[in-house]
């Protein structure tokens, strides 16, 4: 294992490129503003709807930069066999995902959580590690954290529709179609043999707590 772990991280920069390392270790949310005369998001009336709005859009953009990091990781591994396209597929989408959320944090002037750094080193080595066991790894790490996104997307959901469905018709949009992104990644990876991975069940728990526990710290720090 060691030395698998030591021939990864020693091609990882020929792997992955400067491009992909630069993806991942972007922390900083463009400073510009979307060409959009609106943004998805509504004015808040209040302070505490601003909390509310502020506490998803923070949540939202640490989850989907964390599984950047986390495809950047498995790509370290993996990249250069059979499963590298399809882990690059899944990627690209939440290169897309991560795209939006910068644009709608600019346009809101959200500050991401200060905890991007400490995600960032996070995701990484938990899909590198993931990875490491093999594609059937990999498979399972993309089970469990698009499992534990999807449903933290679908709180978010129905919180706002709650609320008020029509004020937060454009954003409840944007969060439908990130989730149902997240749930077909869940879905492929039970369809390349996630759980045939030895100690599945017990790799995926582990990796829904340090998911929960992110996104308890992300929302509010």
């Not at 005369?37 to 808040?44: D, R």
């Not at 897309?96 to 080595?125: C, D, M, Q, S, Y």
């Not at 919180?159 to 997240?182: A, N």
Request: proline share 5%; glycine share 6%; with cysteine.
């Amino acid at each position: 294992m060691q030395r698998a772990a030591h021939t990864a991280l020693y091609g990882w920069s020929n792997t992955v490129g400067p491009a992909m390392i630069r993806q991942c270790l972007k922390h900083r949310v463009p400073a510009q503003l979307s060409s959009r005369a609106y943004s998805v998001v509504p004015p808040p009336r209040d302070s505490e709807e601003k909390e509310m709005l502020d506490r998803i859009l923070r949540v939202d953009h640490a989850g989907e930069y964390g599984a950047n990091c986390i495809y950047a990781g498995q790509m370290a591994v993996l990249g250069r066999s059979r499963t590298g396209p399809l882990i690059q597929e899944m990627w690209d989408q939440e290169k897309k995902h991560l795209e939006k959320f910068n644009e709608i944090l600019a346009e809101n002037r959200v500050r991401p959580t200060a905890l991007l750094p400490l995600w960032n080193i996070a995701g990484f080595v938990l899909g590198a590690s993931s990875a490491l066991l093999g594609k059937e790894g990999a498979m399972a790490c993309t089970v469990a954290v698009e499992e534990s996104i999807s449903e933290h997307y679908n709180s978010q959901i129905r919180t706002l529709m709650e609320k008020d469905p029509d004020r937060y018709i454009e954003l409840l949009h944007v969060i439908k179609e990130f989730r149902d992104d997240e749930m077909e990644h869940h879905d492929t990876g039970l369809e390349h043999d996630a759980e045939s991975v030895p100690g599945y069940w017990l790799l995926k728990n582990a990796i829904q707590l340090g998911c929960k526990a992110a996104i308890y710290v992300s929302e509010r720090v």
